[in-house]
């Protein structure tokens, strides 16, 4: 009986019906750039199969071994990308994403006091705490209006790829106006291990940057300045169903017969701003996780979805011009996302270069050979 090809390139740029904490062990070390995710919420929604999540009291501790193989198969330069949200049980705010955060930078500490089975983190830490603003909430009479999610990025050293010119925001009007008034004396600013000095015509100077303000931790529209919005080519007949940033849903054809296709996103970042009806109860928007792939990876690299559902991160990567990985224990989930990722989208510039890269070794000059 052959053996079977358990390499890298066995992996890659496909989806696979299996569990996928038993498809990253077979996964070499050190060799994801990027891992990107959103797992199963805590007790909150039914999921293909009969799955609905754990109690959040129980949460960490099912969740803990999957971030370990994560880490494991991290490059140094890599970065492991986790969207999550917390719950409110009994009245209360239940702090098991806290938790985890904290298992995380004390793993060894956290399995003994709760007596489960040693892991490894492989020096895995926090490196950024993010807020995603949905836009919407289901309202309760006693509790704040919840818009927003956590996106939490880890790495296991400094030296993650993080391209933040493309993450960059646009300038407000105040800003611009402030920027236009000379510094009147010289000024410090530290924050945490880097200290800035503001000055006229140096390195700090007070002046817009070409591609924009530095990203601010809560992730809404603004915060896409710079990531390019792809259209997907689905089946003709397939239904979208969208969620307006002000609550309520709408159903589109895509696409429509004689029209090209509509862009796959809505202008706002809904929570679900697509859902591709009856295929998946929770499909975050593809906008969002371009939004990470462009600020945390380049052309090429490897971007691995644990939980990949119905393949928007794998659509998303390929377009983007980046390897792909996923797993996912539902086989419906796995069919439909190996086609939605067959049919496109690819952006087209990307699409230009392959093309001239394609026919520049095809048609390569050989008149200089034996000179």
Not at 148 to 168: A, C, P, Q
Not at 343 to 359: I, T, V
Request: proline letters at 5%; one cysteine or more; glycine letters at 8%.
């Amino acid at each position: 009986m052959a053996k079977k090809d358990t390499s890298l390139e066995a992996f890659l740029d496909d989806i696979h019906h299996m569990d996928c904490l038993e498809g990253m062990k077979q996964l070499p070390s050190d060799s994801m750039d990027l891992v990107i995710t959103s797992p199963p919420y805590a007790d909150m929604r039914a999921y293909e199969g009969g799955f609905e999540g754990f109690h959040p009291d129980n949460y960490v501790a099912w969740f803990l071994p999957y971030v370990a193989e994560i880490s494991r198969i991290l490059k140094p330069t890599g970065s492991f990308i986790l969207n999550i949200n917390d719950k409110s049980k009994d009245g209360f705010r239940h702090p098991f994403v806290f938790e985890l955060i904290f298992a995380i930078h004390n793993v060894k500490e956290y399995c003994k006091m709760k007596k489960i089975k040693p892991l490894e983190m492989n020096n895995l830490r926090l490196f950024e705490r993010l807020f995603w603003n949905k836009g919407k909430f289901l309202a309760q009479s006693n509790r704040f209006g919840d818009k927003v999610e956590y996106v939490f990025w880890f790495s296991k050293t400094k030296d993650r790829v993080f391209n933040i010119d493309l993450m960059r925001l646009e300038y407000d009007a105040k800003s611009i106006k402030r920027m236009q008034r000379p510094l009147k004396k010289r000024f410090r600013r530290e924050l945490d291990d880097e200290t800035t000095e503001y000055k006229l015509g140096g390195v700090g100077s007070w002046a817009p940057k070409p591609m924009g303000a530095v990203p601010g931790t809560l992730i809404e529209e603004g915060a896409m300045n710079h990531v390019k919005p792809i259209v997907e080519n689905l089946p003709e007949g397939t239904v979208l169903r969208l969620e307006r940033f002000d609550n309520g849903w709408y159903d589109i054809v895509q696409p429509e017969i004689g029209k090209k296709a509509h862009p796959s996103t809505e202008i706002r970042i809904g929570s679900e701003s697509k859902k591709i009806a009856d295929n998946h109860v929770a499909v975050y928007p593809e906008r969002l996780v371009n939004y990470f792939i462009q600020g945390s990876t380049h052309e090429g690299h490897v971007v691995l979805d644990p939980f990949m559902g119905t393949g928007t991160t794998a659509v998303v990567a390929n377009a983007l011009g980046r390897r792909f990985i996923g797993f996912d224990t539902v086989e419906k989930y796995v069919k439909f996302a190996r086609q939605r990722v067959k049919n496109g989208p690819y952006l087209e510039e990307l699409k230009e270069k392959a093309d001239a890269d394609k026919n520049k070794d095809k048609w390569k000059d050989y008149s200089k050979e034996g000179e």
